[in-house]
């Protein structure tokens, strides 16, 4: 039972503008949610997190929205560069307790010139 | 400041063998992980330590074996090793478990054959 999706496995978007990355959960305790990145042959990063307190988190041109009701998250990307094409993983947990972070399979963003 | 560092880069077996994984971060956190990547399946941890001194059961922990040496290191042992173990295998660690950013190790590819 996948409880963090990612439906989309690849994505392409031409330099300059918006990457839109999806993420849909299912289990209704999750508070704390969170986009990594990987490039091949590296682990992943942390790129930003937001708890349920919140609908929108910005950190640069990266912004995080959460639909709580819709159990819906979205990663906008804001102008793509080419050194944003990698795989962007969410991830999904409840804040400060002893449970563990649930990943979603990934979406690979390719950004062309 | 090297992070989370993953020994060995690349490991093949044969069926039944057994190997050790190591992992040790210079972060001073409190929590250690490991995880698997597979295709199509998103990372999915295998054991996790909140702490020194303790260990707990992931999703997919069957087959496998941690050490919480101490705070610094954490290793993942394979007692006899399988096909269905071949997989892409990532250490982590954060501040304090469930409330702050997982930072990954590079990952040890293991083949087993």
């Known amino acids: 039972d996948q409880q963090v999706k990612q439906n989309s496995p690849s994505l392409s978007v031409q330099e300059g503008r918006i990457s839109i990355l999806n993420c849909d959960y299912t289990?209704?305790?999750?508070?704390?949610f969170l986009w990594y990145k990987k490039y091949p042959a590296e682990g992943p990063t942390f790129l930003i997190s937001?708890?349920?307190?919140?609908d929108k988190n910005e950190d640069g041109r990266f912004t995080v929205f959460l639909n709580k009701s819709a159990k819906h998250l979205s990663l906008h990307i804001v102008p793509s560069q080419p050194g944003d094409s990698a795989v962007y993983f969410c991830?999904?947990?409840?804040?400060?307790?002893?449970?563990?972070?649930?990943f979603g399979t990934g979406t690979r963003l390719q950004v062309t010139l | 400041n090297a992070g989370v560092t993953q020994t060995p880069k690349f490991q093949v077996l044969k069926t039944g063998q057994s190997m050790t994984l190591q992992c040790a971060q210079d972060m001073n956190h409190n929590s250690m992980y490991w995880y698997r990547q597979d295709p199509g399946m998103g990372l999915r941890l295998i054991y996790y330590s909140a702490s020194e001194g303790t260990t707990d059961k992931g999703e997919v922990p069957n087959g496998y074996n941690v050490s919480r040496l101490n705070k610094r290191e954490f290793s993942l042992r394979l007692e006899s090793a399988a096909p269905s173990q071949t997989s892409v295998y990532f250490c982590?660690?954060?501040?304090?478990?469930?409330?702050?950013?997982?930072?990954f190790g590079n990952g040890t590819r293991l083949t087993v054959t």
């Open positions: 937001i708890s349920s307190i919140k």
């Open positions: 991830a999904a947990g409840s804040y400060g307790t002893a449970s563990k972070l649930t």
């Open positions: 289990n209704s305790m999750f508070d704390y």
């Open positions: 982590a660690s954060s501040e304090v478990q469930g409330s702050s950013p997982l930072h």
